[in-house]
C-alpha cells in the first residue's frame, strides 16, 4: 500500500513539475503583450441546483465584454473571458480556482454563493490576482482581511439603511418586526433591532412566525396592541403574502414593508387586493434600473431569455473593472485595485463606491412599492 | 391614527383568533379521534389527507371560478376535495390497513407513517416543492367592527360550518344505528362480528368521515389562509393529535374541546408572552392538564395496551 502511494505522489509530483514549465511557456510565448487579450477568469456555478443563476452570471459578464470589444478594448487589447465551474460546492470550487490560476488570467470575477466562494479568496490573493466578488454577499468575505478581495453585492445589512431611509420619510415611530427564526431572517431581524433605533425609530415588537404556521392572527392582534404604525416582515414570499392578508383582515392599518425574501412577483398575486401599498426593500431588480429597458433588450437578443436577479451586477463588474484598468494604464494587480478602491462607478446597479473594509459604500437596495398589481420603484 | 386596542377588546380578539385556529385543529383531531376510538391506530396520515384537501380545493377552484366564481364555487370546491379525500382515506384504510388489523399494533402504526410519507410525497413530487397561492377575488376584510374587534364574515363563515359539522357529528354518532355501530365495535370488535355488524364497512365509514372532515378544514384554510403547501399538514397533524389527546382520545366532544382550547392556548401565549414563546407556553400547560388527568379532559379510563 505505502508503495504505491509513493508512487503516486511521485507521478503527481513529476505531473505538477510538467504543468508549471507548460504554464511557463504559455506566459513566454504568443506574441507581445499588447496583442495578447486580458483575460478575467469567472467563477460562477454552472452545473447544480444554482446553474441558472451561474448562466445568468456568465452571460451577463460576456455581454458587457462583447460591448467593450466592439467598442475598441480596454488599452487597446481585447477582453476574453475563462469560466471554471464551482458548483456552488466548496470543494468543486477550491479546484475551479486551481483551474483559473493555472490557466494565468489577468483578473477573476464571479462567486456566487458565500460558502463556496470564501475558500477560493486565499488562493487568488497567493496568485496575487484581482478578485471582483459580484453576487455572493456574506460579510465573512471581507473578513478575511485579503486586499485584492472587493464585494460588488451588498450585504444584508444595506437592507437595513435603506429601510431606516424609509421608515424616516413615512414618519414612522414604531416599527414591529417578524421574523421565521431561521438564521436568514433572524439575522435580518436582530440586524433593525439594533439599527433602527439609532434613527430614534422604536421597537414595538418582535414576532416569530414559524414556517408553515399560517395562523398570524394572535401575532397581529398584538401588533396592534402595541401601537406599531409600521410593520416589517423579514420572512420569504410564501409565507409573507399571508401575514399581511392577516394583518390588513385583522385592522391593521399602518404601513407594511417586506425583505427581499419575498421580493417576487408572486407576492402581487398572492395578496390581492390586500398587498397594495405594501413596501419591498429588494435588490436592484434591471426592470427599475435606469437604461435598464436597452440592457434587457440586448441580453434577450443576446441569448434569447430574460436577465436574472443578479444580471446587473455581473455586468456593471466588468465596466468596474474596464475603468480601474483604463485609470491604472495599466493590468498591473497593484495599481488596478488601488483604482477599484478609489472607483466611483455610475452602473445599471447604482453607485459603486467601496469602503475601506472593500464592501460596499453604497446601499444597492431599491425600494418598492405595489401599486394596481405591479411593482413601483419609490424615489425617496 | 390609532391602532391601540383597550385591555377588553384585546382579549377578547385574541379569543376569536384562539377559537378560529382551534376550529382547525378541531376539525381535524376529530378524525384522529375517531380512527382512534374505533381500531386504535394512530393514523400518521391524517395530516397529510388535510393537505391533499387543500390542494384538491385550489385545483378545483381554479377551474371552477370562470363558471362559478365567488362563495358557490368555493363551497363546490370544498365538497369536491371532502369527496376526493374521504375516497383516499378510504383507500389507505381498504388496502393499508385493514389487511393489517390482526397484525401486531406497531406493524399497523409503521403502514400508517409510510401511507404519510407516500402522498407527502406525491404531492411534493407533483407540486414542486412550490407553494400555490388561493384568490377568490372576494373581500377578504369585509366583515363586522364591534368597538376595536373585528369579525370577518370569512371568521363568522367558518366558525358556523366547523360548529355545525361538531354537532352533526356528535347526533350521529349519539343516535343513528351506525352510529351506534361505531361506538360498539370500539368497545369489542369480535362481538360485534357475532352479532352481525358488518365491522369491515363501519370501519371504512369512519375512515371516509374523518377524512372528509380533515379535508373539510384544509379546503377551509386553503380559502382563509390562501396559500398551499405540500408541508401544511405537518405542523397541524401533530397539533391535532395532541388535542385529541389533551381532550381525551376515542371521545368526540373530548377532540373539540382540546382543539379549541389548544387555539385558545396559543393565542393568549402570543399576547402575554411573545409569539417565540406561545408554544412553551400551551404545551406547558397541556403537559400539566395531562398529569392531572391522564386519560385526557373527557377521556374515560380504561386499561389499555399500546
Not at chain 2, 119 to 140: E, R
Request: net charge neutral; glycine share 12%.
Amino acid at each position: 500500500m505505502r508503495k504505491h502511494a509513493i508512487r503516486y505522489i511521485a507521478v503527481l509530483a513529476a505531473l505538477t513539475l510538467l504543468s508549471s514549465v507548460f504554464a511557463g511557456c504559455g506566459k513566454t510565448s504568443g506574441g507581445t503583450e499588447a496583442e495578447k487579450p486580458i483575460t478575467i477568469g469567472v467563477l460562477v456555478p454552472l452545473s447544480g441546483s444554482e446553474a441558472y443563476y451561474g448562466n445568468d452570471m456568465l452571460q451577463s459578464y460576456k455581454l458587457a465584454c462583447d460591448e467593450i470589444n466592439a467598442a475598441g478594448g480596454v488599452l487597446g487589447r481585447k477582453l476574453a473571458l475563462y469560466e471554471a465551474d464551482d458548483g456552488c460546492d466548496p470543494n468543486m470550487a477550491t479546484q475551479a480556482a486551481s483551474k483559473i490560476i493555472a490557466k494565468g488570467v489577468d483578473f477573476v470575477v464571479g462567486g456566487y454563493g458565500s460558502g463556496a466562494t470564501i475558500p477560493t479568496l486565499q488562493l487568488f490573493y497567493d496568485e496575487d490576482l484581482l478578485m471582483l466578488v459580484s453576487c455572493a454577499n456574506s460579510t465573512d468575505i471581507t473578513k478575511l482581511g485579503l486586499n485584492q478581495t472587493f464585494m460588488i453585492n451588498s450585504p444584508g445589512t444595506h437592507a437595513v439603511i435603506t429601510l431606516t431611509e424609509l421608515c424616516k420619510s413615512l414618519g414612522t415611530k414604531k416599527v414591529a418586526l417578524i421574523h421565521q427564526g431561521d438564521a436568514y431572517t433572524k439575522n435580518l431581524s436582530d440586524i433593525c433591532e439594533k439599527e433602527l433605533p439609532k434613527s430614534d425609530i422604536a421597537i414595538a415588537k418582535v414576532q416569530v412566525m414559524e414556517k408553515n404556521t399560517p395562523d398570524v392572527s394572535a401575532i397581529v392582534t398584538a401588533i396592534r396592541n402595541s401601537g406599531a404604525d409600521f410593520v416589517y416582515w423579514c420572512g420569504y414570499h410564501a409565507d409573507g403574502s399571508n401575514v399581511i392578508k392577516q394583518l390588513r383582515r385583522g385592522g391593521y392599518q399602518g404601513n407594511i414593508a417586506v425583505g427581499d425574501g419575498s421580493a417576487s412577483v408572486e407576492l402581487i398575486s398572492a395578496c390581492g387586493s390586500d398587498g397594495e401599498g405594501v413596501y419591498v426593500t429588494s435588490p436592484p431588480f434591471v426592470e427599475f434600473a435606469q437604461g435598464g429597458e436597452k440592457f434587457v433588450a440586448d441580453y434577450k437578443a443576446k441569448f434569447n431569455m430574460a436577465p436574472g436577479t443578479y444580471a446587473t451586477l455581473c455586468y456593471d463588474t466588468i465596466y468596474l473593472l474596464k475603468e480601474a484598468i483604463e485609470q491604472a494604464g495599466t493590468t498591473e494587480t497593484a495599481s488596478v485595485r488601488d483604482a477599484v478602491q478609489g472607483a466611483a462607478y455610475q452602473g445599471l446597479s447604482g453607485m459603486i463606491k467601496f469602503t475601506p473594509e472593500r464592501e460596499p459604500a453604497v446601499s444597492n437596495f431599491i425600494i418598492l412599492q405595489i401599486k394596481d398589481g405591479k411593482f413601483d420603484l419609490v424615489t425617496l | 391614527m390609532v391602532f391601540a386596542l383597550s385591555k377588553w377588546e384585546v382579549l377578547l380578539q385574541q379569543g376569536v383568533n384562539g377559537l378560529i385556529l382551534g376550529s382547525f385543529y378541531a376539525l381535524v383531531a376529530l378524525g384522529y379521534s375517531m380512527v382512534y376510538g374505533i381500531i386504535k391506530l394512530l393514523n400518521f396520515a391524517h395530516g397529510d389527507i388535510y393537505m391533499t384537501g387543500a390542494f384538491v380545493c385550489l385545483s378545483v377552484f381554479g377551474v371552477l371560478s370562470g363558471v362559478l366564481p365567488g362563495w358557490a364555487g368555493i363551497a363546490c370546491s370544498i365538497v369536491a376535495a371532502m369527496i376526493f379525500s374521504a375516497v383516499l382515506g378510504w383507500l389507505a384504510q381498504r388496502f393499508a390497513y385493514r389487511p393489517l388489523l390482526g397484525a401486531p399494533r406497531l406493524s399497523l402504526l409503521i403502514t400508517a407513517i409510510g401511507v404519510s410519507l407516500v402522498i407527502y410525497n406525491t404531492v411534493m413530487a407533483i407540486t414542486n416543492s412550490q407553494p400555490l397561492f388561493f384568490t377568490s377575488g372576494l373581500d377578504n376584510a369585509a366583515g363586522i367592527k364591534i368597538g376595536g374587534i373585528t369579525v370577518t364574515y370569512i371568521q363568522l363563515i367558518l366558525l358556523s360550518v366547523a360548529a355545525c359539522v361538531m354537532i352533526g357529528l356528535t347526533l350521529f354518532i349519539g343516535s343513528t344505528r351506525t352510529g351506534k355501530a361505531m361506538r360498539a365495535i370500539a368497545l369489542d370488535q369480535d362481538t360485534c362480528r357475532l352479532m352481525g355488524i358488518n365491522v369491515n364497512k363501519v370501519i371504512g365509514l369512519t375512515f371516509l368521515l374523518g377524512s372528509a372532515l380533515a379535508a373539510l378544514a384544509g379546503g377551509l384554510a386553503c380559502v382563509y389562509y390562501g396559500n398551499v403547501q405540500y408541508n401544511m399538514g405537518y405542523t397541524i397533524g401533530i397539533k391535532a393529535f395532541t388535542a385529541a389527546v389533551i381532550g381525551g382520545i376515542g371521545s368526540i366532544p373530548g377532540a373539540m374541546l382540546g382543539g379549541l382550547l389548544l387555539g385558545l392556548l396559543e393565542a393568549v401565549g402570543t399576547q402575554l408572552l411573545d409569539s417565540s414563546w406561545k408554544d412553551v407556553f400551551a404545551f406547558g400547560l397541556l403537559i400539566l392538564i395531562l398529569i392531572l388527568r391522564p386519560n385526557g379532559l373527557l377521556g374515560k379510563s380504561e386499561i389499555e395496551r399500546m
